[in-house]
């Protein structure tokens, strides 16, 4: 994982796609070690199967907003599929952070102006 910096465009965009669905009042700096689990969807009183449903809705909606408003497109080895998995899984899990969102986000995003090899 790459160090947290506003020049990441994967963890600058995951930030405020966050900020936007008001998951995280944090601001960039502060929020590379936000714990899933202190995200408003977040309720330790959900069943399994709650927290699944809840964290599929989160990453389509974080999906569109990446596509739709912050010009993404998918990797070569990403489709929409592959992409909302991907985030739906870190959302699942209590103990990752928004730097493992962002991380999951560059692996299946290519973000307008992101440089290529």
Do not use: P
């Amino acid at each position: 994982m790459s160090d947290w910096s506003n020049n990441n465009l994967s963890q600058i965009h995951t930030w405020m796609a966050l900020k936007v669905l008001d998951q995280s009042g944090k601001t960039f700096k502060a929020s590379e070690t936000v714990k899933i689990s202190e995200f408003t969807f977040w309720n330790t009183l959900d069943s399994d199967q709650m927290r699944v449903t809840k964290a599929n809705s989160l990453a389509t909606q974080i999906d569109n907003i990446f596509r739709m408003f912050q010009g993404a497109t998918y990797e070569s080895s990403s489709d929409v599929i592959q992409a909302i998995s991907a985030l739906s899984q870190i959302l699942c899990s209590s103990d990752k952070t928004i730097a493992n969102l962002a991380q999951i986000a560059d692996d299946n995003y290519l973000f307008a102006g992101e440089l290529t090899s």
